[in-house]
């Protein structure tokens, strides 16, 4: 059984707890949230924690300033069978928590959140909430909202039913309009501390220090994305790194096929393997500055970093913007192999880093 969620659990994010708690202490809590920051940080977590406060017994007619983790209504929002905790995911999230079942879809599981299930919390909110007096709708990846969703989302948004509050979680808020966004109380959420999720993975995954701070600044203060980095993704990122410095613009054949390897394996592999390499030439842009080699997120590679660095910080951080336009072009649902070619191909012709 999954243990009953509370705020005060939530590690690495005093400020958004501490607004959290303020709202549920003070009886002032709003009817539309937005908990937004990088995945993999605790946001979702913490949502959860809200709403078993929101909806926590022991709370009576007002709301409890903490969930006390035991009453059947915690222990029922912990399980996920709440029936008035609504959780609203992308189907691609949900076949990947095994939620769904991707033969039981009639084509591909979509990464978007769609209008149809909008309407379909809409005709829930038509009913009173069935066991107490708050009904809890999360809405998991709310950036993946399509725009006609959103549009749709609106009223709903702006007058909920009386006692319905709604959760939108997530990773990066300017992908939702500015009227969704202004109808809701953010919360920020921001980039774990590297000591903490480098801990965190050494007790999880049994690695040693300097492979789980390596994980950790590869996932950019992200535990879950940290917690994801495999040994073989490691071992890859020495062979990718390694041929893309030793790429030039006199033949495009070796350009080709690294574009084949960080590709190939699918969106996920695709941006991790371009955090990888955003956060190599962060470095060599630090060693161009001076940083000692002891203080590297990618210190096991000094040696390449050093000789990067020798071409300078601008040109370093030229290739950074480069693999972040990249990622953001896979996550617009562009060609990973044709996005991660243009960034490959800017990089090595300089007149084309911007």
């Known amino acids: 059984m999954r243990a009953p969620v509370k705020l005060s659990a939530v590690q690495g994010q005093p400020r958004a707890i501490r607004q959290l708690e303020a709202a549920l202490r003070n009886r002032r809590v709003h009817h539309a949230w937005l908990f937004a920051g990088p995945p993999g940080v605790g946001k979702e977590m913490a949502a ?21 983790g035991s009453c059947d209504a915690c222990q029922r929002v912990a399980r ?9 995911m992308p189907e691609a999230e949900a076949v990947h928590r095994k939620l769904l079942a991707r033969e039981d879809l009639p084509k591909s599981p979509s990464r978007d959140l769609k209008i149809d299930q909008i309407r379909q919390v809409e005709s829930q909110l038509v009913h009173a909430p069935l066991v107490g007096r708050r009904r809890v709708v999360l809405l998991l990846r709310a950036d993946s909202l399509n725009a006609a969703a959103q549009n749709a989302f609106l009223k709903t948004l702006e007058e909920p039913p009386e006692g319905t509050h709604l959760v939108l979680v997530a990773d990066a808020a300017d992908g939702l309009l500015p ?41 950019g203060g992200s535990l879950g994305e940290a917690l994801a980095v495999s040994a073989d993704s490691l071992a890859d990122r020495v062979r ?14 070796p350009l080709l096929g690294l574009a084949e390897t960080i590709a190939g394996s699918g969106r996920e592999a695709t941006e991790l393997r371009l955090d990888v390499i955003a956060l190599f030439y962060r470095d060599v842009a630090l060693a161009a500055e001076g940083l000692p080699d002891d203080a590297l997120a990618n210190r096991d590679l000094a040696p390449l970093v050093r000789k990067a660095a020798a071409r300078g910080a601008e040109q370093a951080l030229g290739r950074v913007r480069l693999a972040g336009k990249a990622k953001d072009a896979l ?23 911007s």
């Open 48 to 68: 959860r924690a809200f709403a078993a406060a929101l909806l926590c017994a022991e709370g009576g007619e007002e709301p409890a300033a903490e969930a006390c």
């Open 80 to 88: 996920g069978v709440h029936p008035d905790f609504v959780v609203v």
């Open 179 to 219: 009227t969704i966004r202004s109808r809701c109380v953010r919360v920020p959420f921001v980039p774990l501390p590297i000591d903490f999720v480098a801990a965190r993975v050494r007790e999880e995954k049994g690695v040693d220090e300097e492979t789980a701070r390596l994980c950790a600044a590869l996932a």
């Open 240 to 253: 990718i790194l390694e041929a893309l410095e030793a790429l030039a613009p006199t033949d495009l054949r």
């Open 331 to 353: 996550r617009r649902h562009a060609s990973a192999r044709l996005a991660v070619e243009q960034m490959l191909l800017a990089m090595i012709v300089p007149e084309e880093i």
